[in-house]
T-cell receptor
Framework: GAVVSQHPSRVICKSGTSVKIECRSL??????MFWYRQFPKQSLMLMAT?????????EQGVEKDKFLINHASLTLSTLTVTSAHPEDSSFYIC????????????FGDGTRLSIL | AQTVTQSQPEMSVQEAETVTLSCTYD???????LFWYKQPPSRQMILVIR??????QNATENRFSVNFQKAAKSFSLKISDSQLGDAAMYFC??????????FGKGTKLSVKP
């Protein structure tokens, strides 16, 4: 149980394109979803936290107009990288949890985004 | 703010031997969770083991165990009988009242046959 599906796994697109990444909880209701970014050989950095039906809370330094997060249902959150540029190339990974506080997080398999 | 420190960027172990990965953290909270995640080249995040701060007993999962020293804010991972499949990046993570995970910088573990 507790499977999180992230799609697509790999995206290559031209500069200026907007890219949408989906994160779905397949067998549980994800009241909270987290979006992380990971540069090569570095750790995961939290970008934002989203609760179903609410606006996402962004970490300091993360542009909310650049990285649009929608968590419209209990099983789906999306991250849209708007007008992507080469510096946005990275590995993006989501996680989901049910309930508040200390509920475990379940990770998707990540999306490798490459902007040409 | 909470921080997680992994002071070993890389570690190496001989197959079948034991290795310990270190992790320290800083927090003013009294109730929290600590985790070790494994990230193989596929970049999946795989939960290895977790420890609730209120539990004094160290968590164990088969060949994986932790040495949790709450007063010292230390949370090391011991891998016994290391296997080739254990080679990966290992991240120590803290989860407090806000719910998000704070990761250390990771330790790259190599296993020599």
């Amino acid at each position: 149980g507790a499977v999180v599906s992230q799609h697509p796994s790999r995206v290559i697109c031209k500069s200026g394109t907007s890219v949408k990444i989906e994160c779905r909880s397949l067998d549980f209701q994800a009241t909270t979803m987290f979006w992380y970014r990971q540069f090569p050989k570095q750790s995961l950095m939290l970008m934002a936290t989203s609760n179903e039906g609410s606006k996402a809370t962004y970490e300091q330094g993360v542009e909310k107009d650049k990285f649009l997060i929608n968590h419209a249902s209990l099983t789906l959150s999306t991250l849209t990288v708007t007008s992507a540029h080469p510096e946005d190339s990275s590995f993006y990974i989501c996680s989901a949890s049910h309930g508040q506080g200390y509920q475990p997080q379940h990770f998707g398999d990540g999306t490798r985004l490459s902007i040409l | 703010a909470q921080t997680v420190t992994q002071s070993q960027p890389e570690m190496s172990v001989q197959e079948a031997e034991t290795v310990t990965l270190s992790c320290t953290y800083d927090t003013s909270e009294s109730d929290y969770y600590l985790f070790w995640y494994k990230q193989p080249p596929s970049r999946q995040m795989i939960l290895v083991i977790r420890q609730e701060a209120y539990k004094q007993q160290n968590a164990t999962e088969n060949r994986f165990s932790v040495n949790f020293q709450k007063a010292a804010k230390s949370f090391s991972l011991k891998i016994s009988d290391s296997q080739l499949g254990d080679a990966a990046m290992y991240f120590c993570a803290y989860r407090g009242s806000q719910g998000n995970l704070i990761f250390g910088k990771g330790t790259k573990l190599s296993v020599k046959p």
